[in-house]
């Protein structure tokens, strides 16, 4: 015989006034963490930058004729103004560059695409490019082939609330800004203020700029400085400099072999960071037997007056204004050095460094 199911009397209780309240106090808190974080200069439609974000712009390829890709690390994704590139030519890029990550990978998935016959803008921090890592968004190109679709609506849903609401900002989560308030991390032990916090804002179809707040913040510039550690490191070795020349020659060579190209492009970082870089991997040996290599043709901010005294508060990354002058510059010469980039009749008249607060000064 069955055992009578046990069944509790559910108790009076003014459930449409605790329901009311309960409702009132949520929206409190949430309207109050939200007119914190804008305080913060977090702002409605500033968007995550994940892996979907990244498919979605890469699946463009497998529709449209792209004439135009960028692919690179965190530089030139946040100092090409995707609006002046645009105004000057006519033709809006399709930004695939990631920060933190070694562009060759990216080089060579579209190498292997017959859908890409356009100019491939590759833009590059030597340190990040001459290694075996892909880096910290590896997991981009596994989600441009396979999106489930859990991952797809979780990813619309959060880009239609970031529209809206700019709580929403991951680096600044209530669990991580309790631990970066916490001072006792042991000597040699690393702790919250070695990881890089926000320093970005993307807009629509990736355009991304360095944060505001980095620029008129102490605190904030100061750490973002301290975690690049000045691009210290050990020397790149022979085997992976050979080993990125012929990789990089072989796509190249793909992607022309079916009417395409490419140029290579090294956006500017501040003196006391390039005196790293130059250890670890000195131009001469880098960057100018990369363009011999592969046959390419490239634009160094070295070379370029244009390009000089712009100002890089965190010693890497350009000011949302310099940027903009970047872009000018370096669209400028490349329309000098290939016919894939044509400057529009009506383009607007070349900028300079003083328009952006930079000088004839070298970056610091």
């Known amino acids: 015989m069955a055992q009578p199911v046990p069944v509790r009397d559910v ?15 949520t929206v409190l808190l949430w309207a109050g963490w939200e007119w914190r974080m804008r305080r913060l200069e977090l702002s409605p439609g500033d968007r995550s930058d994940g892996a979907s974000t990244w498919a979605e712009q890469r699946r463009r390829i497998d529709t449209e004729t792209i004439p135009i890709a960028i692919i690179g690390d965190s530089r030139i994704l946040f100092d090409t103004d995707l609006d002046r590139f645009q105004a000057l030519t006519g033709v809006r890029p399709v930004q695939l560059a990631l920060a933190g990550t070694n562009a060759r990978p990216f080089l060579e998935d579209l190498a292997d695409d017959p859908r890409f016959k356009g100019l491939l803008i590759v833009g590059i921090a030597e340190t990040s490019y001459f290694r075996d890592e892909v880096g910290l968004q590896k997991d981009a190109l596994a989600r441009y082939h396979y999106e489930s679709p859990a991952q797809r609506a979780s ?13 929403l900002e991951d680096n600044y989560r209530l669990s991580k800004l309790i631990a970066r308030l916490d001072p006792g991390w042991r000597a040699g032990v690393k702790g919250p203020y070695d990881d890089v916090w926000k320093i970005a804002q993307h807009g629509d179809g990736r355009q991304t700029w360095l944060w505001p707040r980095i620029e008129h913040d102490p605190y904030l510039r100061g750490h973002a400085r301290a975690a690049w550690h000045r691009f210290a490191g050990i020397p790149v070795t022979n085997a992976i400099i050979a080993m990125t020349f012929s990789r990089t020659r072989d796509a190249v060579a793909k ?17 006391l960071v390039r005196i790293n870089e130059e250890r670890r991997l000195p131009r001469a040996a880098g960057w100018g037997r990369l363009l011999a290599a592969a046959r390419v043709r490239g634009v160094h901010f070295d070379d370029e007056p244009a390009m000089q005294g712009l100002v890089i508060p965190e010693f890497s990354h350009l000011t949302r204004a310099c940027a903009t002058v970047f872009t000018d510059a370096y669209v400028r010469r490349l329309a000098q050095i290939t016919p894939r980039i044509r400057l529009r009749a009506g383009a607007p008249p070349p900028l300079a460094p003083r328009d952006c607060g930079g000088g004839s000064s070298p970056p610091t």
């Open 11 to 25: 108790p009076a209780r003014p459930w449409r006034v605790m329901f009311a309240v309960a409702l009132t106090l």
């Open 155 to 167: 990813f619309l849903l959060h880009r239609a609330l970031e529209r809206e609401v700019a709580f």
């Open 255 to 271: 992607i022309r072999s079916r009417g395409g190209d490419v140029v290579f492009l090294r956006p500017p970082s501040a003196s």
